[in-house]
């Protein structure tokens, strides 16, 4: 199957992810086009992405295997079995993909859903419930950031509650205050969002740091930031820590299952129950948490969810 990925230079997760796990499950068969240099050099959907935060080798080498000649040719003549876009590079090449004959997928990432009007292609969302005509396609995690977390299982438990991240003064900050004030052996940091002018800003952590000290916490807390779907929910799932995670209105193909897999909460006093049940032990925690691990393994990784979003286009195409 030959697939023809249209990039946007721009970090961007939920596209770049869903291009690492085509890449894996296909290899040079998926060319991305324009060749997105970010991807090798380890950058992982941040847009700031300073050195200390680079996933090296994250991403798979083309090795100069990936054929990107005559790509407006190969479009013309239909040399592609499907056609995946960056909703952010849909614009430049939207004459030529209305001319052609083949399948496309357009692949929403953004924070807030890009109205995209009624088309002959199928709409892929990051932020759905799918009620909106749109096949729900959430973050994933590449194996190989699960394995550089795991690499940090032996840390011990120095911390109750756990969260890192970046916010500005809304109530992500707000509810971090409340935890500080009621963990006091927690670990908490919101700093501010990066920036061009500061984009290392002050609270924030390198990122084998982050993950080093994610995994020095019990409990490991995801909430919702500018979008409901947030990588920081796919890292915490795999830490060596039970996962609290807040509810949010979104569909997720194989979701975990609540207080099998992950505790869910949907506000602070909900949090504050099930935080005290694991801290006193009232909870099999470690069954949760291995439960929580091998559902993340078998359902979540970015070539699962590659296979999930050929099979929907398939069974679309089909239909």
């Known amino acids: ?19 690492h796990g085509l890449r894996k499950l296909l290899g040079p ?20 992405c300073p050195p200390n935060q680079i996933c090296p080798g994250w991403f798979p080498q083309d090795d100069g295997r990936i054929d990107r000649d005559d790509i407006p ?32 997928a357009i692949v929403d990432g953004e924070d807030r859903p890009v109205p995209v009007p009624p088309g002959r292609y199928l709409v892929f969302r990051r932020e759905t419930d799918g009620t909106d005509y749109s096949v729900p396609l959430p973050m994933a995690l590449p194996e190989e950031i699960f394995n550089w977390i795991v690499s940090y299982d032996d840390q011990p438990k120095a911390y109750s509650i756990g969260f890192l991240g970046s916010t500005q003064d809304d109530q992500r900050r707000r509810f971090i205050e409340q935890l500080a004030a009621c963990y006091p052996d927690g670990l908490f940091s919101a700093s501010v969002v990066p920036s061009q002018q500061n984009p290392f800003p002050e ?3 390198r990122r084998d740091d982050y993950y080093r000290e994610l995994q020095k916490c019990r409990i490991v807390i995801s909430l919702a930031g500018a979008g409901y779907d947030t990588f920081r929910f796919w890292e915490n ?37 099930v935080a005290a049940r694991a801290l006193e032990c009232a909870l099999p925690s470690n069954e949760l948490i291995a439960n929580g ?13 590659a296979m999930y979003f050929l099979d929907r286009l398939k069974k679309a195409l089909c239909s």
């Open 1 to 19: 199957m030959n697939i023809l990925f249209l990039t946007h230079p721009y970090p961007n997760y939920v596209p770049d992810l869903l291009l």
């Open 29 to 48: 068969a998926v060319v991305e086009y324009p060749r997105k240099d970010c991807l090798y050099q380890g950058v992982l959907g941040l847009g700031i």
């Open 73 to 104: 040719a190969k479009i013309a003549k239909g040399f592609f079995d499907c056609i995946v876009s960056d909703v952010r590079a849909l614009g430049q090449w939207m004459p030529s993909l209305e001319r052609s004959q083949t399948a496309l």
């Open 203 to 205: 609270g924030r952590y």
């Open 237 to 273: 799932a795999a830490c060596n820590a039970i996962h609290a995670a807040q509810e949010f209105p979104l569909y997720i193909p194989s979701d975990f299952r609540p207080d099998d897999t992950i505790l869910r909460f949907s506000s602070f006093e909900q949090l504050q129950r």
């Open 293 to 305: 691990r091998l559902h993340l393994v078998k359902h979540h990784f970015t070539t699962s969810r």
